[in-house]
C-alpha cells in the first residue's frame, strides 16, 4: 500500500458546542449555529477575520431547509469568505472534520471553521431518515432506525444470555461516563445493579432492542476550527491537536444484503483495516489511549467495537466483561457518553472527534480520564451503514 | 512530497433533456461513468480511484442522503464518497484541495439532478428562504432574480432587447453542442413576447427545467498521464458567500462574484482575466445574469454590462459556447457543465465550438437566491 | 421572614426589579434608602439612573441617599406598601419617617413602579388533583373513533391506582385498576407529577425504568395525544416563544427506469427477478443497474425462489409514524431477511412475514410468497411472506 502523504499537517486548535437538549425552542437554526461559532472562536482566541473558510453540512431534509448554509450565512460567519457545503449522512460531523483537514493540507486555506447542527424538532427526523430509502420499494419497508438484526447475529454466534448482558452492561458504562459530563443530554444515573431488572422491564422496541439501548434524538450544534502547522507554530490559545490520517468507507444503499448466508464485510472493519494497515498500527487495541465511538445502540456500539478494533472471537465480550472500556480501562470507550447519551444527528459525528480532541488536551473536565492520552481514535456512522474515521496525535511525531 | 497541481483528465455529460421520465438517475450516471472509463481505462480500488465526491440535492431527488441511492454505480462500495451538497463546480474545488493535500491522488466526481422530478422547482427554492419570513413572502430563486434583474438593468442600461439577443445567440450555440437541451433557435421576437414569468424575466430568458448528469475524473500530475493525453490543469478555484437578507445586499454589486474572481486569479497567478481566459461559461439561469456575471468577472466596468451586450462582448471573449445554463442545466449540476464545456474547449474537444488554441478558460457557478453565493474556476492547458 | 398581610417586606424589595418602569424613570436620577426596623426587617437602597434600577440590601450605614424612608416596623412598610395603612397617618403617628422630599417620592414612586400586590400563595400540586382534573384537559376532537382504557398505578406518597377511560368521544375517571388495560403504567406519584409539571424528563424516566409499562407500549405512547398540556398553576409565565408549525409537502414522479421496470414486471407475473453481474455472477435482488462491486453493467436477469429461508429478522414493537401521514403500522409486525432459492449467498431478500405467523417465525424457517390476487406491478403485489409447515 502507498504510502500516505500529507502536504502539510492540519492541528485542531479551536472546539466549540452549544448545550445539547431535546427542544432548543428558544433559538432559531442561524442562533444555534452562532452559537457553536462563537464558542469555536471564543476556545481558539480568535476572530471570524482570522478565518478565511467555512465548511457546513447537513441532511436538508431533516429541517426542510433548502440549502441552508445560504441562511445560516448570518450565523456561520461565512459572510466575505470561501465556503463549502459537503454532506454525507449520520456520518456528516465527521466528514466535515475529513474536509477540512484536506482544504487546510492542501495549502488552499489556513484556518478553516467547520460546523454540524441538528435541529430535530423543526422538522420529523423519523421521516427524514425514512426518506432516505429508495421511494420505488426500500421506502415501504422501512421502519427508521431500528433494527435488533445485530443483536440476533451477536446472539447466534455467543449466546443469549451472555449478550444481552454485555449489551446492558455497555449501556450502563456508556450512562456513568454521561454522568461525568455536564454536557451530555441523557444522563439516567444507572447502577450496575440494575442489569437484570432493565433486561426484563425495559419496554422492547425491535426484537431485543430495548428502548434503553437506544439513542434518543437532541438538537445542537457543535463548530471546530482547523490550522496548519505554520499556525500553531505562532502560538496558539490551547495545546494543538494533530489530525494524523481519515478514511471513509461506504457501501450501496441495499440493506437487504447484509444477512443473507454469507454475510458481507462491514464497512467498520474495511475502514479499519485500510486506516491502520497504512499507519502502521497492528494492535489498535493497544495503540489508542481513547476511542470516541459512534454508537447509535448498545448492540452496535458492542458489535462495531469488535469491527474497529479488529477483534476475533468473543474478544469483545471478555473486554466488556472485563470492564476494559471503562474510564480506568484498557482503552476507554465514549467518555463522553457517546451517542447513546447525546445525538444531534448532525453534529453528532463531529462530536466525536470533538470529543476525543478534547481528551488529548486534557481539556475534557469531569469526564477526562486519568491516564494521559496521546493517540485517539474516532468513528462516524450514518447513510446506510457508512463510516468515517480519524486518527488525532498529541504529538506530531508519527 | 504531495503533488503541486491537479488535472481534470476526462468529462463525461449526460445530454441535459427536459423530460427524462423513463430513466432513473442511476441509468443516466451509469451512461456517465461507462464514458469515462472507456475514455480513462480508470478502475476502482488500490491504485485506482478511492475517492468519489458525488452532486446532488435532497430536495430535488425527494430523498434525504441523495447520494446514497446512487452509491452502487458511482463506485463507492468500500471506499469513500462524499457528497459536495451545494452547486457542482465546488466540488471540483473540493477535490481539487483533496488531492493538492496528498489524501487521495485520484478523485471521481459524478452529479446528478432531475428538475422533472417534482412538481415545481420554485416550490423547493422557496424553502431556500427562511421559514418565518422570506417563505411566507412567497420568495423563491425566480423572483429573487426578478429583483435583482429589475435593479441591475436599471444600473447597467441593459435593455429587453439585448435580453431577447442574449437568449437567441445561446439557442445558436446550443445547437452546436450535443449536450444541450434547448437547441431550437427562436427569432428575437419571440423571446420579447413570451410572457413575463416575473417582471422584467419572461418565459424565454429562463432556463428550461432540465435533467441531465455529469463526471469528471481528476488526478495528481504524477498520474494524470496514465488517463489522459490532454490534461487540464487546475490553476485557480474559489467562492465566495454574500450575506442572505436582500435588505442587506446590494443586489447589484457582485460582491461575492468579484471576490471569488480575485482570489481565484490570484491562485492562478493572473493578472486581468479578461485578457488570459480564451473561452468563459458562465451560470446564466436567466438572461440578464450573463452579462451581470461577466461584469463580475471583470470582463467590463462597473455597471458596464448593457454596454458589454451592445459591443458583442459575449462573442468577443466567447462567453457560453455551450449555449450555458439559459440552453437548460438542472440546477445543482449548472456549473458541472460548464467546467465540462470549458475542459473540452481546453482539450481541443469542443467540436463545431472549438475556439482555436484555447489556452485559458473560465467556469463559474453560482448558488443561493440572486447570486448569493459564487464559484470561480480557472483552467489551463 | 415575618409576614404580615400574607407577605414579607423582601418580597416588595425582590420583586421591584420586576416592577420597575424603565420608559417611566426618563430623566430621573434618585437614591432612596429604606430602613425598616423591627423582625422582618432591614436596609435597602435603591438607584434609580439612567432608565435602569437597582435595588440592593445594606448592613451599616445606607450613605448619601436623595431621601430616606424609615419604618419603625414590617406590619407599618408592608401596610403603607399595600395601601392598607393610609401613608399620612403612618407619617403623623411617627411609625414612618421620611428624610428629603415627601411629595416627590409620594408621585416618583407610583409613577415607575408597578403597584405591589400581595402574591398569590402556591397551590400545591399532586398527583391526585391533576388526574382529576384531567376531563378538562380532554380534547375529544384528537380522540376521535378512540377506545382505550389504561391505568396509572402511582406509588410513594401521594400514590394511588387510577383507570382512564376513553371511549365515544369521552373520558372518565375512576379509582381502581380494572383489569381489562390496555395498558398500565406504574411510576411513583412524585414522578409523575414531575413529568406533569416538566421537571422531571418523561423520556429519561421510561428509559431509565422510573416508569414501568405494563402492556401495550404503542398505547403508552398515544395517551399523551388525547389532552391538551397540563399547566402548572405555580409556573412563572414562561416567556412566550412563537413556533410556526407548516407541512411542507411538494409533489413527486419518481422514475423506475427499465431496471426497475423490469422488477415490477416480475412482480406483475408473480415472479422474483434478480439481475446478474457478468464478472462476479451476484444474484443482485432488486435488480441493479450495475454490480457495485465489479463495476460493470447488468444485464442478465434470473428469476429466484419462490421458496426461500429466513436468516434474519425484526420482530417490532414499536412502530415509527409514516413521515407524511403519522399514521402508525399495527404492532406487533415482522420483516425477514429471507435467502430464496438459486440465490447467491449474500443476497438475501427483505419483505414482511404474515403477521399470523409471527408465533411461529425463528431463524431458518422456509417461507414463501404469497401474492395479491391480481398483481399490477407494485409493492402491494406481495401480500407478505408466510412460513411454510
Not at chain 3, 406483475?268 to 450495475?290: G, H
Not at chain 3, 420482530?315 to 432459492?341: H, K, N, Q
Request: some cysteine; hydrophobic content about 40%.
Amino acid at each position: 500500500m502507498k504510502k500516505h502523504i500529507k502536504n502539510r499537517n492540519v492541528a485542531i486548535i479551536g472546539i466549540g458546542q452549544t448545550t445539547l437538549s431535546s427542544h432548543k425552542e428558544d433559538q432559531n437554526q442561524v442562533e444555534m449555529v452562532s452559537e457553536a461559532v462563537r464558542n469555536a472562536l471564543a476556545d481558539a482566541n480568535m476572530t471570524l477575520d482570522d478565518i478565511d473558510c467555512i465548511v457546513h453540512g447537513n441532511m436538508e431534509l431533516f429541517e426542510m431547509q433548502f440549502q441552508p448554509d445560504m441562511w445560516h450565512a448570518l450565523g456561520c460567519g461565512s459572510y466575505g469568505k470561501d465556503e463549502y457545503r459537503i454532506t454525507t449522512g449520520g456520518t456528516v460531523g465527521a466528514t466535515l472534520v475529513c474536509a477540512s483537514d484536506s482544504l487546510v493540507a492542501s495549502g488552499q486555506y489556513d484556518n478553516v471553521l467547520c460546523l454540524g447542527f441538528e435541529k430535530l424538532q423543526e422538522g420529523n427526523t423519523t421521516g427524514g431518515i425514512t426518506n432516505m430509502a429508495d421511494p420505488l420499494w426500500f421506502r415501504n419497508l422501512q421502519t427508521g432506525a431500528l433494527t435488533s438484526t445485530t443483536a440476533t447475529e451477536m446472539i447466534k454466534e455467543f449466546g443469549k444470555e451472555r449478550v444481552l448482558r454485555a449489551a446492558m452492561k455497555y449501556r450502563i458504562m456508556i450512562d456513568k461516563h454521561a454522568m461525568l459530563n455536564e454536557r451530555a443530554h441523557r444522563r439516567l444515573g444507572l447502577e450496575y445493579d440494575q442489569l437484570e431488572t432493565l433486561m426484563e422491564t425495559s419496554p422492547q422496541l425491535v426484537g431485543e432492542l430495548r428502548l434503553i439501548h437506544m439513542c434518543s434524538q437532541s438538537d445542537g450544534a457543535c463548530a471546530m476550527i482547523l490550522t496548519s502547522e505554520d499556525r500553531v507554530k505562532k502560538g496558539t490559545a490551547k495545546p494543538p491537536v494533530w489530525i494524523r490520517d481519515h478514511e471513509t468507507s461506504h457501501r450501496g444503499e441495499n440493506m437487504s444484503n447484509l444477512y443473507g448466508a454469507k454475510k458481507p464485510k462491514s464497512t467498520h472493519r474495511d475502514c479499519a483495516e485500510k486506516l491502520f494497515k497504512r499507519n502502521g498500527i497492528e494492535n489498535p487495541l493497544e495503540y489508542f489511549d481513547v476511542f470516541e465511538m459512534y454508537d447509535p445502540s448498545a448492540y452496535w456500539g458492542l458489535d462495531w467495537l469488535r469491527e474497529f478494533l479488529l477483534l476475533k472471537d468473543d474478544e469483545v465480550l471478555k473486554l466488556m466483561e472485563a470492564g476494559e472500556f471503562d474510564m480506568d480501562g484498557k482503552l476507554p470507550v465514549n467518555p463522553s457518553g457517546g451517542v447513546i447519551a447525546s445525538n444531534p444527528i448532525g453534529a453528532t459525528a463531529m462530536l466525536r472527534p470533538a470529543e476525543a480532541a478534547l481528551q488529548i488536551r486534557g481539556d475534557a473536565g469531569g469526564h477526562q480520564i486519568k491516564k494521559e492520552v496521546r493517540h485517539a481514535l474516532a468513528s462516524g456512522f450514518g447513510g446506510t451503514l457508512w463510516t468515517v474515521m480519524l486518527m488525532l496525535e498529541k504529538e506530531l511525531n508519527w | 512530497m504531495a503533488t503541486k497541481r491537479v488535472a481534470i483528465c476526462a468529462v463525461a455529460q449526460h445530454k441535459n433533456e427536459p423530460d427524462l421520465w423513463y430513466r432513473r438517475f442511476q441509468n443516466m450516471l451509469l451512461d456517465v461513468l461507462e464514458d469515462l472509463q472507456g475514455q480513462t481505462g480508470f478502475k476502482y480500488g488500490e491504485g485506482g480511484v478511492e475517492m468519489i465526491v458525488s452532486t446532488s440535492d435532497d430536495f430535488f431527488d425527494a430523498r434525504t442522503i441523495s447520494n446514497n441511492g446512487v452509491t452502487d454505480v458511482i463506485g463507492g462500495q468500500y471506499l469513500a464518497e462524499e457528497k459536495m451538497a451545494q452547486e457542482g463546480l465546488n466540488a471540483i474545488g473540493y477535490a481539487n484541495a483533496i488531492i493538492l493535500s496528498g489524501h487521495k491522488d485520484l478523485v471521481l466526481i459524478m452529479g446528478h439532478c432531475k428538475e422533472s422530478q417534482g412538481e415545481s422547482r420554485n416550490m423547493i427554492t422557496n424553502c431556500g428562504f427562511d421559514p418565518f419570513y422570506g417563505r411566507a413572502t412567497g420568495l423563491d430563486y425566480l423572483n429573487a432574480a426578478g429583483l435583482q434583474a429589475r435593479a441591475y438593468m436599471k444600473k447597467s442600461g441593459l435593455t429587453d432587447d439585448q435580453l431577447a439577443e442574449i437568449v437567441v445567440r445561446s439557442r445558436q450555440w446550443a445547437v452546436k453542442n450535443p449536450y444541450a437541451n434547448a437547441q431550437e433557435a427562436i427569432p428575437a421576437g419571440k423571446v420579447k413576447s413570451s410572457p413575463m414569468l416575473c417582471d422584467p424575466i419572461r418565459q424565454l430568458h429562463a432556463y428550461p427545467v432540465s435533467d441531465g448528469a455529469v463526471g469528471l475524473l481528476l488526478a495528481s500530475e504524477e498520474r494524470a498521464k496514465e488517463f489522459t493525453d490532454n490534461p487540464v490543469w487546475i490553476t485557480g478555484f474559489a467562492n465566495c458567500m454574500d450575506t442572505f437578507f436582500f435588505g442587506d445586499r446590494d443586489l447589484t454589486s457582485n460582491f461575492a462574484l468579484k471576490k471569488a474572481t480575485a482570489n481565484a486569479c490570484r491562485k492562478a497567478g493572473i493578472q486581468d482575466l479578461k485578457k488570459a481566459a480564451d473561452v468563459v461559461e458562465v451560470m446564466d439561469c436567466y438572461a440578464y445574469q450573463q452579462p451581470m456575471w461577466m461584469e463580475g468577472l471583470g470582463f467590463c466596468g462597473e455597471g458596464e454590462g448593457g454596454r458589454f451586450i451592445a459591443e458583442g462582448g459575449p462573442g468577443k471573449h466567447r462567453v457560453n459556447l455551450s449555449g450555458g445554463t439559459l440552453a437548460g442545466n438542472p440546477l445543482i449540476i449548472a456549473g458541472l457543465y460548464r467546467a465540462a464545456e470549458a475542459t473540452l474547449q481546453l482539450q481541443g474537444g469542443a467540436g463545431d465550438r472549438q475556439v482555436p488554441d484555447a489556452k485559458c478558460a473560465v467556469a463559474h457557478s453560482t448558488n443561493g437566491p440572486a447570486g448569493q453565493f459564487h464559484s470561480v474556476l480557472i483552467l489551463e492547458a | 421572614m415575618a409576614e404580615f398581610f400574607g407577605t414579607t417586606v423582601a418580597d416588595i424589595f425582590n420583586t421591584m426589579p420586576k416592577r420597575f418602569k424603565p420608559e417611566a424613570s426618563k430623566g430621573v436620577d434618585v437614591v432612596i434608602g429604606y430602613d425598616c426596623g423591627g423582625e422582618g426587617g432591614g436596609k435597602w437602597k435603591l438607584t434609580v439612573k439612567d432608565q435602569t434600577a437597582k435595588i440592593e440590601t445594606v448592613e451599616g450605614d445606607l450613605g448619601p441617599c436623595t431621601a430616606t424612608i424609615t419604618a419603625s416596623d414590617a406590619e407599618t412598610f408592608i401596610g403603607v406598601t399595600l395601601q392598607k395603612i393610609g401613608a399620612i397617618d403612618a407619617l403623623s403617628q411617627g411609625k414612618m419617617r421620611v428624610v428629603g422630599d415627601t411629595r416627590m417620592l409620594m408621585t416618583l414612586l407610583p409613577q415607575i413602579f408597578v403597584q405591589y400586590t400581595v402574591p398569590e400563595k402556591k397551590t400545591e400540586v399532586t398527583a391526585r388533583g391533576i388526574l382529576s382534573a384531567i376531563g378538562d384537559r380532554f380534547r375529544p376532537d384528537k380522540a376521535a373513533g378512540v377506545t382505550l382504557k389504561y391505568g396509572y398505578d402511582l406509588t410513594g406518597e401521594g400514590g394511588g391506582q387510577f383507570t382512564i377511560t376513553i371511549t365515544d368521544g369521552t373520558c372518565t375517571l375512576k379509582e381502581g385498576l380494572d383489569a381489562d388495560l390496555a395498558v398500565k403504567m406504574t411510576m411513583e406519584a412524585a414522578t409523575y407529577v414531575g413529568m406533569m409539571t416538566g421537571t422531571i424528563d418523561g423520556a429519561s424516566a421510561f428509559t431509565s425504568g422510573k416508569v414501568r409499562i405494563d402492556g401495550d407500549m404503542m398505547a403508552a405512547a398515544a395517551t399523551g395525544k388525547y389532552f391538551d398540556k397540563y399547566v402548572d398553576p405555580n409556573a412563572e409565565e414562561a416567556e412566550e416563544l412563537l413556533s410556526l408549525k407548516v407541512v411542507t409537502s411538494i409533489n413527486q414522479r419518481f422514475a423506475t427506469g427499465p431496471v426497475m421496470g423490469k422488477w415490477f414486471a416480475g412482480l406483475r407475473d408473480k415472479k422474483l427477478l434478480a439481475s446478474v453481474c457478468p464478472l462476479c455472477k451476484r444474484t443482485l435482488i432488486l435488480p441493479q443497474e450495475i454490480c457495485q462491486f465489479c463495476h460493470v453493467r447488468t444485464t442478465d436477469y434470473v428469476e429466484l425462489g419462490p421458496e426461500g429461508y429466513v436468516t434474519n429478522f425484526d420482530l417490532v414493537y414499536f412502530a415509527s409514524p409514516d413521515p407524511l401521514t403519522g399514521e402508525v403500522r399495527d404492532t406487533p409486525y415482522a420483516c425477514a431477511w429471507i435467502m430464496l432459492e438459486n440465490a447467491t449467498p449474500e443476497e438475501a431478500f427483505a419483505f414482511e412475514i404474515n403477521r399470523k405467523d409471527l408465533s411461529k417465525l425463528k431463524i431458518g424457517s422456509r417461507v414463501r410468497p404469497v401474492w395479491a390476487e391480481k398483481p399490477t406491478g407494485s409493492f402491494r403485489d406481495i401480500l407478505h411472506f408466510e412460513i411454510i409447515d
